[in-house]
C-alpha cells in the first residue's frame, strides 16, 4: 500500500502488485461539470470535487504474462483488487485485436480487452535520419532517435520544468512538512520527511510518500496535524 497497513491480497498475483487509498473518482454527470467550466483547475481545486466526489481505493498488477498494467478501482481496496483479476482473467482469455487511438508512438490498446502494449512502429520519425522513432522529441516538437538523440535542441530553463516549488513560500513548506512528519509518525512511520512537487505537493518519509492535490486537502492536513 502506498500509505497505512499493509494488505494481503486475495489472489495469487505472480508478479508486482500496488495499491492505495488516494484516487479520487468524480461521480456521474461531475466530469461534464468541472471541464465545461472555463477555469476547469480552479473548479477542482475550490469546491466542485470537494463536496461531491468521494476517495477510493486503486489496485494495480504488473504481470508478466503478458507484460502489461493492469489497474482496478472501487469503495475498498478488496473491490479493487476483485476488478483488477477480473481484468487479468479477460486479458488471458482473449484473442488481441490492437488499436493506436490517438496514440503515435507505436503503443496499442485492445479493442475487447484491458490489455496494452506497444505493438507497432511510431508513426513519428528522427528529424535526423528518418527512422520512425519516438525516443524522444524537443519542445519544438522534432523527434530524435537514440542514435540522433545528442542533436535535441536543449531547453534553457529546463529546471523550471522539473520542480516548481520555489512558488511554495518557505514558510508554507516548513508548516507542510511539519505536519507531514506528524502525519508519519502518527502511523509509526519516522525519519526524515522530504518534499517535492510534480503535479501535486509530495511528501516522503522512510520510504512510503504520500500527495495533497487540492486546496482542502491541504487545509485538512494543517487543521490535524499542525500542532
Ligand atoms: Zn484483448
Ligand atoms: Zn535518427
Known sequence: ???????????????????????????KGNFEKVFGSDEPLKELADGIADKESYTTAFFEAFPNK???????EGKTIEEAEEQCWEKYQKIS??????????RTDGYAYCK????????????????????????TKDHKGNYYCEKHKRF??????????????FRLPRKRKK???KCAKNRFNSDGIYGKVKYSYFHSKKFFCNGRQFSVLFNNQEKELIKKYGK
Open 1 to 27: 500500500m502506498s500509505f497505512g497497513k499493509d494488505y494481503d491480497s486475495k489472489y495469487d498475483w505472480d508478479c508486482f502488485c500496488q495499491g492505495g487509498t488516494s484516487g479520487i473518482v468524480l461521480p
Open 66 to 72: 503478458p507484460k502489461c498494467f493492469l489497474r482496478g
Open 93 to 102: 482469455n482473449c484473442d488481441h485485436e490492437m488499436e493506436r487511438r490517438d
Open 112 to 135: 475487447h480487452c484491458s490489455y496494452s502494449s506497444m505493438a507497432f512502429e511510431p508513426l513519428t520519425k528522427c528529424c535526423k535520419c528518418g527512422e520512425p522513432t519516438a525516443y
Open 152 to 165: 535535441k535542441a536543449k531547453i534553457k530553463n529546463a529546471k523550471l520544468f522539473l520542480r516548481d516549488d
Open 175 to 177: 508548516l507542510l512538512k
